[in-house]
């Protein structure tokens, strides 16, 4: 299976990562040889199987709602790109 | 053509509980910005979630108040996309496993007539941070306040059931009333704790198909809401009948300026990409706690109402005013008890308190007021101490905080005038002192006589500086003028 | 004083043999002039270290002393360090040093143990050879020219070189097994829920696991019962005392009914291989116990659930590196989208990148059921199997890998070939259920592993099986050439 150009682009726009042209066709064929490999499931019969997402049999535990966090921006912040005024700083946002 | 709209709503409701859904970091409002943003709400790596048991709970009583059905095991799911606001590059919700199904609520609308509107379901899900685009910043730059992602919301999210504004805003305005109710969120509009996304479309009237929907986002009061439906639904009938095509959009809805726009960003076609959150394992709950939570309700409005009828004959009206609103309706209660007297306290608490505590902005819980002191001034009322009139000027005064309303009524010497000797003898005077009137009155058609007494009021309330009790005058007069004839 | 165990070292310690400052500089020092050749550790941290000796060393003396108080651990660099730079070997995070530990982290802490630096990874945890770490690949102790396995290939080649007695390592699909397997060391991933996720970098959240690795399964026990943990911050950790794992070691192994699995002995697994392996389950027979051939028939799936599983998983947990709050960001981005898009082209590794967008393939509309949702159905299928065994047998048996150690760069420019290299571990994962992989020979100058498979919490069998085979045998006291 090979995938279109097109569909790579697709992916890449939503996954966020810039993709030069020049690599396009390697990554369409490297995807679509693990493509090709996923496929072997379609032949496995799993009809009246629940989809669960996760091994364990356990259900979720809840926490109580009690403050247990300090504020920690200070060291938070010194780790982060760019930032002023307590704020994360980005590229101006347009909606 | 005639054109019918059709609405529904998309309703965020942040709930009041002290910490965020998936960490113990505060969501109190209005802290400094990203002081509240602990590891977790800042997605920083290797931290994982932890499920708010109050987050669940309020979410189940959502459920129970509009009669829906509760799931027994709910998923978290994860939506993805990027944004600043968003740290985690996805936001966890509920798609599939919802833990509120379908429900219903019962609107009460201005006519008086009534109407049900479908819940299709309630999920929860995290807030987003907040984007400033103006501050205390480098110019050209965005600045993220993560102090509110992470808050708990329920979306609840109705049929479209709703065919006008007046429709979805009294269906909003009962959810405001159910949830505040419940007590499980604030009710704080202008801090962004309820917000409105309402989908709109029109079709012509009598058909059944419905018509391609736009999305009016984040609506955040009632009035922007009214204004965004009007200004939507002429611009889909201006484009329909100008030949044109209604396009499936987001837009954004400016209360100041009152215009709305298509949100450029939002129309790039996303792909979510759901899938069930691995990081998180099923909510499952049991019969009983589902049962106690359900026996622990509070009074929900609609019970509210019926009580206040039957309990103090309000009328209907008095009655949905004030027994919307749970502050509202707990001041009302405080000041009947000590006031005695229910109508008159509905009269007060839905006329001159209202009017006071909206134009300031206030809750009943903080009127400068106290239901004590509303009682007191009511008691004076009812005991003709003071009129109506004076009264006003005593509320205000109370409002000022010059006292209580005895104080107040000293203080101003704003006493009323019942001693009927002293009206008598005042009522005397003025008749001594206007003969010609006197005369005019004796004069006239005896069915006509009624309209001159007005004539007589008020010299008789003028010389008394107001403090005359009317309903005494006015009986004295009477008698006084028959005598006379 | 490198060949010690740790169960050696934590009496030694004890009896005032020498110091856990003499060890730690002792082995800081064989860090600095090994590791240059094998590329194991990431970074070494040589200060924290020493200070972290010299309080043992006190607490020794005033004889409170913690389990495994003054021995000196290697942990992966998945694991977050509280003020120590955790990249989890990608460029992304070459400048993140966290402001929190993991819950492990805290754990060695609390019982003593030295942190003797962070060791090197497949960039993420995304690969089975450590060639796709941003620091460069680790080279295999035993063959400097080979892989050492992924993605703990930094942990395993410490452990082999005797830089380390043992180490953390994580396993999503392998990342255990496979490189201790390689590097000839005894290695466990315990059952999902066993150890606490908190603070351990995020691969594939439903597969992740972290487990140790030491040269004897008596080293591993020690080191499971620090790292086994209850932790109410994650919400997959099961609520569950921990057992003393080394109360078991010396039970005796008659009776014990053991699965030997036909398709892990199936085309594909190289035959010198097999017959390391065939020879183990024989001192297993000769220690009493008794060999059931069983059949896991959906095997075979289990690659392909994977690869849908885990990139799926991944394409939304690496999301939140996006340059904005704290990791790697591009140079005057244009606006927020390039941002976005440049920062993760340039942070991210060519493999990472494959997988993000295999993941969001998978995802995607359109493909979701055919894809996701039919893979977590197979997952259920392939836990069918394990329950059904499980009836039967006591423990499963088998290969760890197909094959000793390959080449560098010999699995080329297809992602499938490397993927096939866990096709007997990945199954493993998917099921949440414990595996360990234990030395059993050495095919071309090359060590080759004994899977052991257990049911869900049955760690402690695990390592009374492995421990009773190193009684009888020395595949695990092997170094590779020029390291003793």
């Known amino acids: 299976m090979s995938i279109e150009r097109q569909a790579i682009e697709n992916l890449a726009t939503l996954a966020r990562i810039a993709i030069d042209d020049n690599r396009i066709k390697e990554i369409s064929q490297q995807l679509g040889s693990v493509l090709d490999l996923v496929d072997q499931l379609q032949a496995a019969d799993t009809s009246g199987l629940d989809n669960v997402a996760n091994p364990t049999q356990e259900s979720q535990r809840l926490r109580e709602d009690k403050v247990s966090e300090t504020d920690q921006r200070e060291a938070f912040q010194a780790i982060a790109p760019d930032t002023e005024g307590g704020l994360f700083l980005v590229p101006k946002v347009i909606d | 053509m005639n054109w019918e709209t059709v609405i529904g709503l998309e309703v965020h409701v942040q709930l009041a509980t002290k910490t965020k859904i998936f960490s113990g970091a505060s969501t109190a409002f209005g802290a400094a910005p990203n002081t509240q943003a602990c590891a977790i709400d800042l997605a920083m790596p290797g931290t994982l979630p932890v499920v708010n048991q109050q987050a669940i709970d309020y979410a189940i009583m959502f459920g129970l108040a509009i009669d829906a059905e509760i799931s027994k095991t709910s998923v978290f799911e994860r939506k993805n996309y990027f944004y600043p606001d968003l740290p985690k590059g996805y936001q966890t919700t509920q798609l599939e496993k919802p833990i509120v199904g379908r429900g219903t609520v019962a609107v009460q609308l201005a006519d008086g007539s009534s109407q049900s509107v479908r819940i299709h379901h309630a999920h929860l899900e995290e807030d987003a941070g907040k984007s400033l685009h103006e501050g205390n910043f480098r110019h050209g730059m965005s600045g993220i306040d993560l102090n509110r992602a992470g808050t708990p919301l329920i979306e609840i999210v109705s049929e479209p059931d709703m065919r006008n504004s007046q429709e979805a805003v009294a269906f909003a305005k009962k959810l405001h009333s159910i949830v505040t109710s419940l007590g499980i969120c604030d009710g704080e509009m202008s801090q962004g704790s309820m917000r409105f996304d309402v989908n709109i479309s029109v079709r012509p009237q009598g058909t059944t198909e419905l018509g391609t929907r736009t999305e009016t986002k984040n609506l955040n009061s009632f009035k922007f809401m009214e204004e965004a439906i009007h200004l939507e639904v002429e611009r889909q009938i201006d484009l329909i009948e100008d030949g044109g095509t209604v396009l499936q959009e987001t837009r954004l809805y400016n209360g100041e300026t009152r215009t709305a726009r298509s949100m450029r960003s939002k129309e790039e076609a996303n792909d979510y990409r759901y899938f069930p959150c691995p990081d998180l394992l099923p909510v499952v709950l049991s019969d009983q706690r589902i049962e106690t939570l359900r026996s622990n309700l509070p009074e929900l409005p609609d019970a509210r109402q019926a009580r206040f009828i039957e309990q103090y004959q309000l009328s209907p009206y008095d009655a949905n005013i004030l027994g919307a609103d749970t502050s509202m309706a707990g001041y009302f209660e405080q000041a009947t008890a000590k006031s005695g007297n229910a109508k008159l306290t509905a009269n007060w608490v839905t006329g001159e308190l209202s009017a006071r505590l909206n134009a300031d902005n206030l809750s009943p819980d903080n009127s400068p007021v106290s239901a004590e002191q509303l009682a007191a001034l009511i008691v004076r009322i009812a005991d003709s101490t003071i009129s109506g009139k004076m009264a006003k000027e005593v509320f205000e005064g109370i409002w000022a905080g010059e006292g209580d309303a005895d104080q107040i009524i000293e203080a101003r010497g704003l006493k009323q005038v019942s001693d009927s000797g002293a009206l008598e003898a005042m009522v005397d005077e003025v008749l001594a002192a206007n003969q010609s009137m006197v005369e005019d009155y004796i004069n006239t058609d005896p069915d006509k006589r009624k309209k001159k007494l007005g004539g007589f009021m008020g010299q008789i309330m003028k010389a008394s500086k107001g403090q005359a009790n009317p309903q005494q005058v006015s009986q004295i007069l009477a008698q006084k003028l028959s005598e006379m004839l | ?484």
């Open chain 3, 1 to 484: 004083m490198h060949n010690l165990t740790i169960a050696e070292l934590v009496e030694g310690l004890k009896n005032k043999a020498f110091s856990s400052t003499e060890v730690t500089q002792y082995l800081l020092t064989r860090i600095k002039s090994l590791d240059t050749e094998f590329n194991a550790i990431i970074t070494v941290t040589e200060a924290e270290a020493l200070k972290a000796a010299q309080a043992a060393d006190q607490r020794l003396a005033q004889g409170d002393a913690p389990a495994l108080c003054g021995v000196p651990l290697v942990h992966k660099d998945i694991f977050c360090t509280h003020g120590v730079r955790t990249s989890c070997g990608s460029k992304m995070l070459d400048n993140f040093i966290p402001p929190y530990n993991a819950t492990v982290i805290e754990n060695f802490q609390h019982s003593g143990a030295v942190m003797l630096g962070k060791s090197n990874m497949d960039e993420f945890a995304m690969g089975s050879s450590n060639e796709t770490s941003f620091y460069g690949p680790v080279k295999n102790p035993w063959s400097t020219d080979c892989v050492p396995g992924g993605s703990s290939g930094g942990s395993a080649a410490a452990v082999a070189a005797r830089l380390a007695p043992g180490a953390t390592a994580t396993d999503t699909g392998g990342s255990i097994r496979q490189p201790a397997a390689l590097c000839g060391v005894t290695g466990l991933k315990p059952t999902y829920g066993r150890v606490s996720r908190w603070g351990m970098i995020a691969f594939a959240s439903s597969l992740d696991q972290g487990g140790p690795m030491a040269r004897t399964a008596e080293d591993c026990a020690l080191l499971l019962n620090c790292m086994a943990s209850y932790d109410s911050k994650d919400s997959t950790s099961v609520d569950r005392s921990t057992p003393d794992y080394s109360a078991h070691l010396n039970a005796s192994l008659k009776g014990l009914r053991i699965g030997v699995p036909k398709e892990y002995f199936s085309e594909g697994l190289d035959p010198d291989t097999e017959q390391a392996v065939r020879a183990a389950l024989t001192h297993y027979e000769n220690q009493g116990a008794q060999l059931i051939e069983i059949s896991l028939p959906n095997t075979a799936l289990s690659v392909p659930a994977y690869y849908v599983i885990a990139p799926a998983e991944a394409s939304a947990n690496l999301s939140r590196f996006d340059g904005v709050r704290y990791g790697y960001r591009c140079d005057n981005p244009q606006d927020l989208q390039d941002l976005y898009c440049r920062t993760r082209a340039e942070g991210f590794g060519e493999e990472v990148q494959r997988r993000i967008l295999i993941g969001t393939y998978c995802l995607s509309a359109g493909y979701y059921d055919a894809y996701y949702g039919k893979a977590q159905q197979v997952r259920q299928l392939i836990k069918q199997d394990f329950v059904n065994a499980f009836e039967k047998v006591d423990l499963i048996m088998g290969p760890t890998c197909p094959s000793p150690a390959f080449k560098f760069g010999s699995k080329g420019n297809d992602p499938v070939a490397m993927y096939l290299e866990d096709i007997y571990t990945i199954s493993t994962n998917l099921a949440g259920l414990p595996g360990m992989s234990v030395p059993c020979g050495v095919v071309e100058g090359k060590p080759v592993g004994l899977q052991i498979i257990g049911n869900y919490f049955d760690e402690a069998r695990m390592l009374n099986a492995a421990h009773q085979y190193q009684q009888v045998t020395d595949w695990h006291k092997l170094a590779p050439e020029g390291i003793q």
